[in-house]
Each structure stands twice: as structure tokens, then as C-alpha cells.
């Protein structure tokens, strides 16, 4: 499971993983200073990345 939280002065964002490939996996909504939790359990293992629209920085996080 991924979890985050997220500081925006929007109240609504949307959330998407991708995989090295740059190929959009998964998606959903995030609300603004609470806790997130995306179940990443069908996911292989690998390395992924995390884009929240309205953010210029992308994480990357590793599912082992």
C-alpha cells in the first residue's frame, strides 16, 4: 500500500502512477491535507512513479 499526504490550496487533485515506461497504470483523486492511500498490490515489483496534477515534481517509489 502507498500512502501520502498532500499540502494544496486545492481541495480536489488527481493522482497518477506510471511505470519506467512511462506508461499510466493507475489513477485517482487526492484531497488536500489527508491522508491518501492507494492499494499498489497488483503492481509487480519494480520502480514507479507518482504525479500529482498541479505539481511539477514527480516521486518515484520502488514496490519490492
Known amino acids: 500500500q502507498l500512502s501520502f499526504m498532500l499540502n494544496s ?3 480536489h487533485n488527481e493522482y497518477v ?3 519506467v515506461l ?3 497504470l493507475m ?5 488536500s491535507n ?5 492499494n499498489v498490490n497488483n503492481l509487480p515489483k519494480g520502480i514507479y512513479y507518482l504525479k ?3 505539481f ?7 514496490k519490492r
Open 22 to 24: 512511462a506508461r499510466k
Open 56 to 62: 511539477t515534481e514527480t516521486k518515484k517509489f520502488i
Open 17 to 19: 502512477i506510471y511505470d
Open 9 to 11: 490550496s486545492k481541495s
Open 34 to 38: 489527508e491522508i491518501t492511500n492507494v
Open 27 to 31: 489513477n485517482g483523486s487526492v484531497k
Open 52 to 54: 500529482i496534477d498541479n
